[in-house]
């Protein structure tokens, strides 16, 4: 199904850095494609079954926006990463390669991709074949910190959020509504 508005030419868009922000100005992006008829749809790797407002927002509005989470409601870690937390991303990858090349999405959002590529869950040839293979009229857009130099060279555009001061650092802990 074709939406409305369609893009002549999807590029690849990469948010990261140590910033707060890169999944906030995704979404943000995600929910204005959306506001003008665009199909989109938000794969968000490493994050699973924990209650995000931008998931109660896009199930109380009516738009062609789907949000999928992919992974277990735990960390994961980068050291020593849980076989489980590997074959949840690689089927989430191959998820999202039918997304990309598919044709039937205008923008794809896959948030926390470049982490589940810097812990070794995506292999990162398979990412770079992924924008090699994109629908041509596809938006991608990436986010997650330790974007892959070799990732960024591909990208059309790559904004880096760089932390200059964070309430974390100070003790103020996460709070619904902002950071969830």
Do not use: W
């Not at 910033?19 to 003008?36: D, I, N, Q, V, Y």
């Not at 598919?102 to 992924?130: Q, S, T």
């Amino acid at each position: 199904m074709s939406s409305p508005l369609r893009l002549k030419k999807g590029l690849v868009q990469i948010y990261t850095g140590n910033g707060k922000g890169k999944t906030t100005a995704s979404l943000g992006l995600a929910f204005r494609a959306s506001g003008h008829g665009m199909r989109v749809y938000v794969m968000q790797f490493m994050k699973g079954q924990t209650v995000y407002g931008e998931l109660e927002a896009a199930a109380q509005i009516s738009l062609d926006l789907t949000i999928e989470q992919v992974g277990r409601d735990t960390f994961v870690s980068k050291e020593n990463p849980d076989p489980v937390d590997a074959a949840m991303a690689q089927a989430a990858f191959e998820r999202a390669q039918e997304l990309v090349t598919g044709g039937d999405y205008d923008l794809v959002v896959l948030d926390e991709l470049n982490c589940a590529v810097d812990f070794g869950l995506v292999p990162v040839d398979d990412v770079k074949a992924l924008i090699k293979a994109k629908a041509p009229h596809t938006e991608l857009v990436m986010t997650g910190r330790g974007a892959h130099p070799e990732i960024i060279e591909l990208a059309d555009l790559v904004t880096e959020m760089r932390e200059v001061k964070h309430y974390y650092n100070s003790g103020q802990p996460a709070r619904q509504g902002i950071e969830s």
